[in-house]
């Protein structure tokens, strides 16, 4: 059973690991936006610290990173007595107490999540937020070379919504009660953002989310995710099945994706991008976002796949 103070378990963590300095994490600006196009918000954060994080292929062939035991940064060897995950805090954290879901045995970040894993990171989420009613966090895994991941270590995150920002998945499932996709009803998708993904809501009351229903949510998403894989096959062959999941208390979304950076400007994208939380390297970058919010929309478009809402299954091959 995972701790009912893990919330505190992490700060308290985090602060002696940047007193420590065992946390590369600074963070120089921040601001939100609005795309008045789309509708989509921001949250756009330069981060220069991120530049010193490997990305996907630096690691040596061999090299196991999360494998390694880091006291400094461990939060629970053991995060709910399962033995099957322990919680870490990320040495390249995006935000404060920015932490990792490290599977304690090796398995591989292409692999789909088990519904074992995926119920251990909703009940941390909800045991998180309910520590604190003035916060709300958002777990992700990124999957495949495309999706921002940088480790073959398998992993999740696990990091706190900006205070006075929602992703715009709350907009899509707000008022809408849980449903399982079917021929007759799709999941959820927000027609104004040029990216496909696919939303389902999820009960309200968390005692009703079980392994099973989180199991079928995700891996329904997860059929019609990897189906863009099939259909650009011809097009570009040497595309790898890659994707994001984004998760909080209320709601799962997955986004495939075809790129890790867009074309247009330097900026790459992992799960986070996909629920407007921008993390940006470079000055340059940040500035050309601020002045023209627009421009996201369309590096998200770049990195991901069209959008397909109101278009039935059938015309997309599922």
């Known amino acids: 059973m995972i701790p009912a103070t893990v919330s505190q378990l992490v700060a308290d963590k985090f602060q002696q690991a940047q007193a420590s300095e065992s946390v590369v994490f600074k963070k120089l600006d921040a601001k939100n936006v609005k795309d008045p196009k789309s509708g989509m918000r921001y949250s756009v954060s330069l981060v220069p610290s991120l530049s010193e994080k490997p990305e996907f292929g630096q690691t040596a062939e061999g090299d196991d990173p999360l494998a390694n035991s880091e006291p400094e940064l461990t939060v629970l060897e053991d995060l709910d007595g399962s033995g099957d995950l322990k919680l870490v805090l990320n040495k390249y954290p995006v935000t404060e107490n920015h932490s990792l879901l490290i599977t304690n045995k090796f398995k591989n970040q292409l692999d789909a999540l088990s519904p074992e894993e995926l119920t251990t990171a909703y009940r941390l989420v909800c045991k998180m937020d309910n520590e604190d009613e003035n916060k709300r966090h958002l777990v992700i895994y990124n999957s495949g070379p495309a999706s921002g991941s940088s480790q073959f270590h398998k ?164």
């Open 155 to 318: 992993h999740l995150q696990l990091v706190e919504i900006p205070r006075n920002f929602s992703p715009f998945q709350d907009v899509l499932t707000n008022g809408k009660d849980h449903f399982l996709p079917n021929l007759k009803q799709e999941p959820l998708q927000d027609g104004k953002v040029s990216f496909a993904h696919f939303v389902l809501p999820l009960p309200e009351d968390a005692d009703e989310v079980n392994e099973d229903l989180l199991a079928m949510c995700y891996f329904s998403l997860l059929q019609r995710t990897l189906t863009f894989f099939q259909d650009w096959l011809n097009e570009t062959p040497d595309l790898v099945k890659s994707y994001n999941l984004l998760m909080t208390k209320n709601w799962i979304c997955l986004v495939p994706r075809s790129a890790i950076k867009a074309k247009t400007l330097n900026v790459g994208f992992n799960a986070l991008g996909y629920a407007g939380i921008l993390l940006i390297k470079d000055q340059e970058s940040f500035d050309k976002v601020i002045e023209n919010p627009a421009v996201v929309n369309e590096l998200l478009g770049e990195c991901g796949f069209p959008n397909t809402e109101g278009v039935k299954p059938n015309e997309y091959n599922y």
